[in-house]
């Protein structure tokens, strides 16, 4: 048997263990350090954020929800789905709120197809959504973080993390591969892509701008938020590239709501920079800012959501709405 076949025959297999293996490293990485934080310091730190500066933090994290949701608004016109404006909104809201929490499957794709298709919508145009809302944030992260990395690539004082010369060239690639997309949008002949039966609405150049930008936005008013609550002790550019690292890192790993993968890795870009109990007590408040409150928005609204439609028509499947592209 060749290397290329073995391998081939290898990967499907490989693609199932080895998220959870990487997932087992970080985690020994995080218990390991963990270990050594002074916790009762970091507690001491939280308490002295001022209320004024958790405020700020708090509204700047609406603004990044609200514009996330706002993804869906691409996907619901790409698809020509037949569903309004606000309970679009509504939808998206509630599931990136437990996607945050719960993980991709969960929020991204469980919640989304349980409400949009509770709407009328059938799978298909879901899946279609998803997938626009997939592609405008990780093109926002590929066009911020790679410009970073490119300009200044945040120094990872952990072992084993790549130098500047690799994040530099990390950082050519991302930049590389959102041109793509964008060239595939603005030169591509065809209006639909076809896989395996699957059909996704191809965005025209000037929507693939808006995907960009708003995914662009979004990760900028995180990284501000974090930067706020860090009180200006370290360079924006440092801590918007410490959270972009931390986001594909906990994407990696499927560790839920990235947890201790964030803290981790906002704590090696930030060493020597910020003391490490200040850094661990604004990526605290960071959480709470942008995971808990979300979720305590979205808990109830969910149990509304799924409690009208039943009301309302008994919880009959109604036929679906969309219109195929």
């Not at 060749?2 to 293996?21: D, E, I």
């Not at 800012?289 to 928005?297: E, R, S, T």
């Amino acid at each position: 048997m060749t290397p290329g076949r073995a391998l081939k025959r290898l990967w499907p297999q490989a693609r199932r263990w080895l998220p959870w293996l990487l997932a087992a490293v970080v985690l020994y990485l995080v218990a390991q350090q963990a270990r050594e934080v002074e916790w009762a310091r970091v507690w001491a730190s939280l308490r002295e954020l001022p209320l004024g500066v958790v405020s700020v933090s708090a509204a700047l994290a609406l603004c990044a929800h609200t514009l996330f949701s706002c993804y869906d608004l691409i996907g619901r016109r790409l698809a020509r789905a037949r569903i309004t404006r606000a309970r679009t909104l509504t939808v998206a809201a509630i599931a990136y709120a437990f996607n945050l929490n719960f993980g991709a499957l969960i929020g991204g794709v469980g919640m989304r197809l349980r409400l949009y298709t509770r709407a009328g919508l059938s799978a298909g145009t879901v899946g279609q959504m998803v997938t626009h809302s997939f592609i405008a944030n990780w093109l926002g992260w590929c066009w911020v973080l790679g410009t970073v990395l490119v300009c200044s690539p945040p120094p990872l004082r952990i072992e084993g993390a790549p130098g500047a010369g690799a994040l530099r060239a990390l950082g050519a690639v991302l930049l590389l591969v959102a041109v793509g997309y964008h060239a595939l949008c603005l030169f591509g002949r065809r209006t639909a892509l076809r896989w395996r039966g699957h059909t996704l609405p191809l965005a025209g150049a000037r929507v693939a701008l808006v995907q960009a930008a708003m995914g662009a936005t979004v990760w900028m008013l995180m990284a501000l938020s974090l930067w706020n609550l860090l009180q200006g002790r370290a360079p924006y550019p440092l801590v918007l590239g410490a959270l972009l690292l931390a986001g594909v890192a906990g994407a990696l790993t499927h560790v839920p709501s990235g947890l201790g993968v964030l803290e981790s890795v906002v704590a090696a870009a930030l060493a020597g920079v910020v003391p490490l109990n200040e850094a661990l007590a604004a990526v605290l408040a960071y959480r709470a800012a942008h995971y808990l409150m979300p979720l305590a928005i979205a808990l109830p609204a969910y149990a509304w959501s799924e409690w009208r439609p039943a009301a309302r028509s008994g919880d009959a499947p109604r036929p679906p709405l969309d219109v195929p592209p």
